[in-house]
């Protein structure tokens, strides 16, 4: 079986990840990656940037770079089967696929749940069996479909080698060595009206007054220019509103080191919760119903204050996420659970004040492994994973052997060629 590996995406700070994933599955498989790279200003989803590609290239020569979809498509016409990372935005070319005959995987390899556009797919290999559930509620998929339950591929991130221990991230950052740290994860610009923005600042201003040392991991989407001017004309990132307030925004690769080296991880909205949970730390939402735009109840917060195991979109939070609201689609995600707690911005200061006291409850185990079932560092991982894949395509083969699909492949083939001489003579 010749396989291709297609890279079609990167998250910011993990850009390594499938590049990360191929070398291991090289070990198992015949198989050849292609990698999406091209302008981000003409991306719906970041792509591969040319210092990323010249690192990746600098390891590997034989990795084919792709500027458009049509170069992708044209180089998955001479493999059996498509192994594609990860599922968002993998349509394109999972179709494609199916219409030549070509037996296609869809991995979900990142802790979020970005699972829109109803791909095809002959096997699909979930994280965690509630990613397969928000998947079927997403896609209103009522057909049974070949699946496999996995782990997430994004933890082979979490070795020792690329964590910095407590002394080497003090360092890097050059923080007060007196100090605690506290990381805070301010939601996507998108989110950043007037109200969110005052949460913001009210919240690194409370970190100051603590004496914390005051850490930031921007959002991925900051990182986007384009998209970055749309919410802050100058062009500037979020962490500009703050003024004179003391912080440090931390290189997006060094986030798992981050919460690793800090007493609190806070927010007013993320999806992060399940790597700050997997790491074995609590997260604390402030202000979380102003997020959402949904009205103050006095009795809200009332037994929220405690860390423990709380429903994500939890029955007051789904009961006003009504269709008008922004934020409908959010109750997709309604089966997740975080462990942490919620407060509001008043009650804030007396959680930062119990510095030297230790978190009586911890994450639990059965909670780690509802989020990823697998960590993804040993080769015996990746041999698994290799496994799985390699003895399902084999039996699907065998069943689509003696179907021509000439014509398709011929009227593509024809169709990008034609399109490419009128780019270059425009």
């Known amino acids: 079986m010749k396989y291709l590996f297609i890279s079609h995406t990167v998250k910011q700070g993990f850009e390594f990840t499938d590049f990360r994933c191929y070398q291991n599955l090289k070990k198992y498989l015949k198989i050849k990656m292609v990698c999406l790279s091209r302008d981000n200003e003409f991306s719906s989803m970041p792509t591969y940037s040319s210092k990323i590609k010249s690192k990746i290239t600098k390891d590997d020569k034989n990795i084919i770079w792709s500027k458009s979809e049509d170069d992708i498509k044209l180089n998955l016409i001479d493999h059996d089967a498509i192994i594609i990372s990860s599922i968002q935005g993998s349509?394109?070319?999972?179709?494609?696929?199916?219409?030549?005959?070509?037996?296609?995987?869809?991995?979900?390899?990142?802790?979020?749940?970005?699972?829109?556009?109803?791909?095809?797919?002959d096997l699909i290999i979930f994280k965690n069996s509630n990613s397969k559930k928000i998947f079927d509620k997403i896609n209103k998929k009522k057909n049974k479909y070949n699946f496999?339950?996995?782990?997430?591929?994004?933890?082979l991130n979490l070795k020792k080698n690329l964590?910095?221990?407590?002394?080497?991230?003090?360092?890097?950052?050059?923080?007060?060595?007196n100090k605690l740290n506290c990381l805070f994860l301010p939601s996507g610009p998108q989110h950043h009206s007037n109200k969110f923005k005052e949460i913001y600042v009210k919240i690194c201003g409370l970190l100051n007054?603590?004496?914390?040392?005051?850490?930031?991991?921007?959002?991925?989407?900051?990182?986007?220019?384009?998209?970055?001017?749309?919410?802050?004309?100058?062009?500037?990132?979020?962490?500009?509103?703050?003024?004179?307030?003391?912080?440090?925004?931390?290189?997006?690769?060094?986030?798992?080191?981050?919460?690793l080296n800090s007493k609190f991880i806070l927010a007013i909205n993320t999806n992060s919760f399940h790597e700050v949970n997997f790491l074995g730390k609590p997260i604390i939402y402030v202000e979380r119903l102003q997020f959402y735009n949904i009205k103050f109840s006095?009795?809200?917060?009332?037994?929220?204050?405690?860390?423990?195991?709380?429903?994500?979109?939890?029955?007051?939070?789904?009961?006003?996420?009504?269709?008008?609201?922004?934020?409908?689609?959010?109750?997709?995600?309604?089966?997740?659970?975080?462990?942490?707690?919620?407060?509001?911005?008043?009650?804030?200061?007396?959680?930062?004040?119990?510095?030297?006291?230790?978190?009586?409850?911890?994450?639990?185990?059965?909670?780690?492994?509802?989020?990823?079932?697998?960590?993804?560092n040993n080769k015996k991982s990746f041999y698994n994973l290799a496994k799985d894949i390699d003895n399902f395509c084999k039996k699907k083969n065998d069943q689509i052997k003696g179907i021509n699909f000439k014509k398709d492949i011929v009227f593509f083939k024809v169709k990008a060629l034609i399109k490419k001489i009128l780019y270059i003579k425009s």
Not at 148 to 155: D, L, R, V, Y
Not at 220 to 231: D, G, M, R, V
Not at 307 to 329: A, D, H, P, R, S
Request: aromatic share 14%.
């Open 148 to 155: 496999k339950i996995s782990g997430c591929i994004q933890t």
């Open 298 to 376: 006095k009795n809200y917060f009332l037994n929220k204050k405690k860390f423990q195991i709380y429903e994500y979109i939890n029955k007051y939070i789904y009961k006003n996420l009504t269709k008008n609201n922004q934020y409908y689609t959010e109750r997709n995600k309604s089966i997740l659970k975080y462990f942490g707690c919620e407060v509001q911005i008043s009650d804030l200061s007396t959680l930062l004040n119990k510095k030297k006291q230790k978190n009586k409850l911890q994450v639990s185990t059965k909670l780690k492994k509802e989020i990823s079932p697998l960590i993804y």
């Open 91 to 121: 349509k394109i070319y999972s179709e494609f696929a199916k219409k030549i005959g070509k037996i296609v995987v869809l991995l979900d390899t990142y802790f979020n749940q970005d699972f829109y556009g109803n791909p095809i797919a």
């Open 163 to 177: 964590i910095l221990n407590k002394k080497e991230f003090y360092q890097k950052y050059n923080l007060n060595k």
């Open 209 to 259: 007054k603590n004496n914390y040392n005051t850490i930031i991991k921007l959002h991925p989407t900051e990182y986007n220019i384009p998209k970055l001017k749309k919410f802050y004309k100058s062009g500037n990132t979020s962490n500009s509103i703050l003024n004179n307030l003391n912080h440090k925004i931390i290189d997006p690769c060094d986030f798992y080191s981050a919460i």
